[in-house]
């Protein structure tokens, strides 16, 4: 069973592909290694690949691709064409899930609806920032991290979101649990905090307010 790390399955795109819907499941088939074996990959609903390698010649599976320590050109012949053709898969039909954890979506969904202002990508796709419209600035940073950059215990990445806060009320909220000296910026005036249900998103919105008129350009005199 082949998994893709923190991909979406695209059926569209897996039918464009060649895949054929088959009850539940979508399969293809091709040759490798000038048609002397056969790859049958069936993909499920929920993403999950399987493949089945085929000698075309003795109609017998094949598997020393997969023994990492079978050597010899042939079989490294296959074992590169064939990851070469799991990697077109991914690259053609599934699409990176930049937002992993339901409170992340609820987020977004909520600053949408107030200011209208949709995630931007200067990084990459798991890192997003959202700006204001009238001096550009940012106001809100989403990035998936290792827990131990916040001291915290696990090994799978975590979403979390920067945003700025007045330095007195940082100074009274950070508890290096439901709120964080920022990580990655300016500690003095960003907090981080982790999107995963341990702060009620009402409140984590309300935090995004406050940043958003904390980015506000100042006006002179004041």
Known sequence: MIIFKNKTLNTDKLISFGFKKVGDVYEFATNIVDGQ???????FSNGTLETKVTD??????????LVESAFGSFVG???????????????????????????TREILEGVYEKYKDAPEFPFEEETLVLRRKDNQKW??????IKPQRL???????????????????????????????AYHMNKKMWATIVLDGRLPTSEILKRIDDSYNLTATKKKGK
């Open 37 to 43: 074996l056969n790859v049958a990959l069936t993909v």
């Open 56 to 65: 075309n010649a003795f109609g017998e599976e094949y598997t020393l691709h």
């Open 151 to 181: 001291g915290l215990e696990g090994e799978d990445l975590i979403e979390v979101i920067n945003v700025k806060i007045d330095p007195e009320e940082l100074n009274r909220v950070v508890d290096d649990n439901k709120y964080f000296r």
């Open 77 to 103: 012949q296959v074992r590169e064409e064939y990851k070469l053709l799991l990697k077109e898969i991914e690259e053609s039909c599934y699409e990176t899930e930049y937002i992993k954890h339901s409170q």
């Open 139 to 144: 106001y809100m940073i989403k990035m998936s």
